[in-house]
């Protein structure tokens, strides 16, 4: 059985500490030592009452993820709930850390709740495709109102103690909570009779009878945020039951039945295979666990630009001081001027307070000289993509920067070995693809160099996290992961343009599928030019796929920046208005080309967009360019738009079946003749024995490098 809860008796009191490291769910060894550490404390006399806690930083971090989709065997966390609701003592919980999910649920059982400073509270099932089923729907609107409940559970928030204490989940803040905790039921069992049961609070649900706005105000908060996900509608049903139940045990049973029909939706195995795969991303297999991490107190950047600002954010936000560098002085001062702008906004929108401001953008300084580095621990070069610019720069940095610092170069697509080489110290270039606006994107691309040492990896890897990114591991290759599946996602969107659909109906397609953004869309504003200009420069020819793209910018239509490309655009805005004046182009680029113009169905549509994503996936994965199926996944839910509901291409393809993806990829090769959908010998490998993405062999030789130039995907550039 996984994890345990200790017992002992302190002073009268029986202190129950969930044990469960590093962040205690409720696994089976703890519902077990719940049970029977209450039955414990009330069979003994001598003892008054309870005081439950968590060991470590949390008190406990919700129901145990990895049960889901088992046997569920053991005591049933409602039969543990019932036992501490109607324990003959009472009962209060030293919320000593995080209370998350079942975890809250269980202190909402205790007749009190004392939270530590530090603790953070939340209900974040929504996040994992659930609702939380362990009486949070219906005891939580009891105690903060239906309005409010319904923000909490459908944002998935963390609630910092002191809100927690305002809005009343919580009863007191205590710098000691468990010393504190122990007084206070001894206090309370001495003293009263009776003990509160949050089940029995039921004045703020029935003020809100008959308010239909506060359901409709919830729909309306999640039909943007939440687009195409099945929990929210669930945990909308549950409050509105919470609402206009009378008997409080009735509004659990329908709690139930709407978390068992989330449990058994495919959104929920999507959700928590990205859950658990977020984690997984973050170890790299050959990278030993014990691999010395260094400490990283200061980071320099290089470039005051967008990615430059948006990085240094980051770190600033994360508490690290960070000193940003420019040559143009100009250039700088509008920089900085940027990030004091976001922060600004921030306060504004009451994300942080001005203290706060003051205290992060405090830890932000610049100077136009590269010494000034000197001092840092890392230094991420963040200037415009050119290989000979940024090998020049490493050079200098080289130079400038003590010796063992990392230095990282935030490319989308360079070689980062030629960069690594033109320093001394090539084991400690690492590449970092951050993702536009960098303070708010999720995803960090860590490309790892021929030569990058495990620490320089592990301690990337470890820094992340403090930035809070989902970061993934992706060798030197063209395009990396995530670019090189982007590039044949829009080559793919473009041959249905050229065959006879139509950006708004591609767009709509993908869209309706759960994508954020159609690929037309997206193109308009990455901007259609910089292929073509690359293309110019270097005095190519226009692939079949960016011929009509080519064309366009022939006719000055450049995407969003000039208010024109797939779309029309308005002064100001970023929704697209049809451009009927690009039709003839389309009807003659397809003529030129030799192709008659069809109907082509939505079907058509996604499937063909998706093949080229999984076939490109299962390609980067055999070739070990990602060290795991549902890394991919993590990269195009986190920098792509993807939906996270339907768990990423991989998990798409393994819901799918590997066989049907094999009999589509067959029909379009047979229907385009392209090799783009010629199967990846590892889609086939995997489908004759019937096994899943997930299921690919690890590659522990993957330090056998891909040449650059050698990739089939080069050309793309
Ligand atoms: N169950 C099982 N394992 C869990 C877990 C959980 N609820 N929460 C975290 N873990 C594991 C992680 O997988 C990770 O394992 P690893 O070291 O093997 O990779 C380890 O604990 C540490 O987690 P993190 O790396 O995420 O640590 P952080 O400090 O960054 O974050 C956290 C801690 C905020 C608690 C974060 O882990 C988290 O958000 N956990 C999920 C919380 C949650 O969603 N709870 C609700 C669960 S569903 C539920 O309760 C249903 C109920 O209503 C019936």
């Known amino acids: 059985m996984k994890g345990t809860v200790l017992y002992e008796v302190r002073d009268g009191v029986a202190l129950l500490t969930v044990d469960n490291p590093p962040v205690n769910p409720l696994s089976d060894g703890v519902r077990a030592g719940l049970y029977e550490g209450l039955a414990k404390a009330e069979a003994d006399s001598s003892v008054v ?154 004045d703020k649900v029935i003020e809100a009878r008959g308010n239909e706005n506060i359901l409709v105000e919830a729909q309306a908060m999640t039909a943007k945020s939440r687009k195409g996900q099945f929990a929210p509608g669930q945990i909308i049903k ?111 929108r009451g994300r942080i307070t001005t203290e706060q401001k003051d205290f992060v953008f405090g830890l932000v300084t610049s100077s136009l000289d590269y010494n000034d580095v000197h001092d840092c621990d890392i230094v991420i070069e963040a200037v415009y993509e050119n290989l000979e610019l940024k090998t020049k720069i490493f050079k200098s940095l080289d130079e400038a920067v003590k010796p063992g610092a990392i230095l990282a170069s935030n490319t989308s697509g360079l070689d980062i070995d030629s960069i690594a080489n033109s320093t001394s110290r090539p084991e400690l270039v690492v590449g970092t693809h951050f993702f536009s606006p960098a303070n708010i994107m999720k995803l960090l691309e860590v490309v790892r160099g021929d030569q990058t040492s495990n620490e320089a990896l592990a ?14 591991v992706s060798l030197n290759a063209p395009g990396f992961i995530g670019n090189r599946m982007f590039f044949g996602y829009t080559a793919q969107a473009n041959m249905l343009l050229l065959e006879g659909a139509l950006p708004h109906q591609v767009d709509q397609a993908m869209e309706s599928f759960g994508l954020n953004m159609g690929p037309f869309r997206t193109m308009d504003l990455i901007g259609l030019d910089l292929g073509w200009r690359a293309r110019k420069l270097g005095g190519m020819a226009s692939p079949l796929h960016a011929k009509i793209g080519d064309e366009l910018c022939e006719q000055d239509r450049f995407g969003q920046k000039n208010q024109k490309g797939y779309y029309n655009y308005s002064e100001g805005s970023r929704a697209p208005n049809p451009a009927p004046e690009n039709e003839s182009i389309y009807e003659r680029i397809s003529s030129e080309n030799g192709f008659t113009r069809r109907e082509i169905s939505d079907e058509e549509i996604v499937d063909r967009c998706m093949l080229a994503l999984i076939n490109e996936g299962a390609d980067i994965l055999s070739e070990g360019v990602a060290q795991r199926a549902a890394d991919i996944d993590v990269v195009y839910i986190n920098g792509y738009g993807f939906p996270i509901w339907r768990g990423g291409p991989m998990h798409h393809a393994n819901a799918m079946g590997l066989d049907v993806v094999l009999e589509k990829l067959a029909k379009y090769k047979d ?46 550039f």
């Open 49 to 202: 009452g309870v005081v439950l806690t968590g060991n470590g930083r949390a008190f406990i971090a919700g129901a145990d993820i990895s049960e889901f989709g088992g046997s569920g065997e053991g005591h049933g966390l409602a039969e543990v709930f019932k036992k501490l609701e109607y324990c003959s003592k009472p009962v209060v919980a030293a919320i000593n850390g995080l209370a998350l999910g079942g975890g809250l649920e269980t202190a909402l059982c205790c007749n009190y709740r004392i939270a530590s400073n530090q603790a953070f509270v939340g209900l974040p099932e929504v996040n994992l495709g659930l609702l939380p089923g362990a009486g949070g729907t219906q005891r939580l609107p009891r105690l903060v109102g239906p309005a409010e409940a319904l923000k909490i559970m459908l944002s998935g928030a963390h609630v910092p103690a002191k809100k927690a204490l305002s809005l009343g989940i919580v009863d007191s803040l205590s710098d000691n909570v468990v010393e504190d905790s122990i007084t206070f039921i001894k206090e309370k069992a001495a003293n009263s009779e009776s003990h509160p049961l949050v089940r029995d609070l039921n």
């Open 459 to 472: 301690t990337v890897m470890s820094v992340s996290k403090k930035l809070k990114k989902a970061a993934v």
């Open 671 to 716: 229907l385009t003749g392209s090799d783009v959908f010629a199967a990846s010998s590892l889609l086939i490998e995997l489908a004759e024995k019937g096994g899943k993405l997930t299921d690919a062999p690890s590659k522990d030789d993957r330090r056998e490098r891909l040449s650059f130039e050698k990739s089939s995907v080069a050309n793309n």
């Open 238 to 348: 549950c409050v509105e039951a919470a609402i206009n139940l009378d008997d409080f045990d009735e509004g659990l049973k329908k709690e139930t039945d709407y978390f068992i029909e989330c449990l058994v939706h495919p959104q929920r195995e999507a959700m928590i295979h990205i859950f658990f795969g977020e984690r997984a991303a973050s170890k790299v297999s050959d990278v030993p666990k014990d691999t010395p991490i260094m400490d990283i107190k200061k980071a320099g950047i290089i470039g005051s630009g967008t990615m430059g600002g948006g990085i240094a954010m980051c770190f600033a936000n994360a508490g690290i001081p960070v000193h940003i560098i420019d040559q143009d002085a100009d250039n700088l001062k509008r920089g900085i001027s940027v990030i004091e702008k976001n922060y600004e906004f921030m306060v504004n």
